[in-house]
């Protein structure tokens, strides 16, 4: 298992840009595929993004170009670095863990959640 603690949440405006960090604690954490999903209020959680343990990375339409995932398997980081943010992407921003080691899009099949960090656009 891998424990996880998001930060790098804040208050923008619109058009700002802004990186989530995940820290993952645990030796086998290359091993499990990553994700950021968010959850706005009143909204389902969604998935927002995914990376295998080599990299391949999918993401969910509405943040494609400007968001980008990323994960350091030496420092057990994973990174969501958010540009052009928009008001609509205020949300609760989770990370996750699959040990399957393949990205889904679906909440479910992450068994490890971080709490949490919150993301709002002020604009």
């Known amino acids: 298992q891998v424990q996880l603690v998001e930060s790098g949440g804040g208050l923008v405006q619109a058009g700002d840009s802004l990186r989530l960090s995940c820290a993952a604690s645990?030796?086998?954490?290359?091993?499990?595929?990553m994700a950021w999903f968010r959850q706005a209020a009143g909204k389902e959680r969604e998935f927002v993004a995914g990376?295998?343990?080599?990299?391949?990375?999918i993401s969910t339409d509405s943040v494609k170009g400007r968001f980008t995932i990323s994960r350091d398997n030496v420092k057990n980081m994973v990174f969501l670095q958010m540009n052009s943010l928009k008001p609509e992407d205020t949300a609760v921003y989770y990370c996750?863990?699959?040990?399957?080691?393949?990205?889904?899009?679906?909440?479910?099949?992450?068994?490890?959640w971080g709490q949490g960090t919150q993301v709002t656009d002020s604009s």
């Open positions: 990376i295998s343990w080599s990299g391949g990375n």
């Open positions: 996750a863990a699959s040990n399957l080691n393949v990205v889904f899009r679906q909440d479910f099949r992450y068994d490890q």
């Open positions: 645990g030796r086998t954490f290359s091993r499990y595929a």
